[in-house]
């Protein structure tokens, strides 16, 4: 079992940055993929960074050059850079975790995009 808090979430104006992270307990963190997602009114949920066990890291299109991600098995969190921020990145954003699906999440927060 994985218990997961994101934070960091909020109000940021376009072109701004923000820092979501991600902090696991009640098990072994390492030997979990991380990911994180987003879910905006109206749409399907959807990956937006993937960082597996081994650190290999997934970026969606849709973010590729302004999201990155990291992982610090050390210290059992993940984080969600979001640089240049748009009206679009606008949604509940959410870290899982899981070994071959990510079968434990976080409960979201909330980052809007807007001036």
């Known amino acids: 079992q994985v218990q997961l808090v994101e934070s960091g979430g909020g109000l940021v104006q376009p072109g701004g940055s923000l820092r979501l992270s991600c902090a696991a307990s009640?098990?072994?963190?390492?030997?979990?993929?991380m990911g994180w997602f987003r879910q905006a009114p109206g749409k399907e949920r959807e990956i937006v960074v993937g960082?597996?066990?081994?650190?290999?890291?997934y970026i969606a299109d849709s973010v590729k050059g302004r999201f990155t991600g990291s992982r610090d098995n050390g210290k059992n969190t993940a984080l969600l850079q979001m640089n240049s921020l748009k009206p679009e990145d606008t949604a509940v954003y959410y870290c899982?975790?899981?070994?071959?699906?990510?079968?434990?999440w976080g409960q979201g927060t909330q980052v809007t995009v807007s001036s």
């Open positions: 899982a975790a899981g070994a071959l699906t990510y079968s434990y």
């Open positions: 009640g098990s072994i963190f390492s030997s979990y993929n």
């Open positions: 960082i597996s066990r081994s650190g290999s890291i």
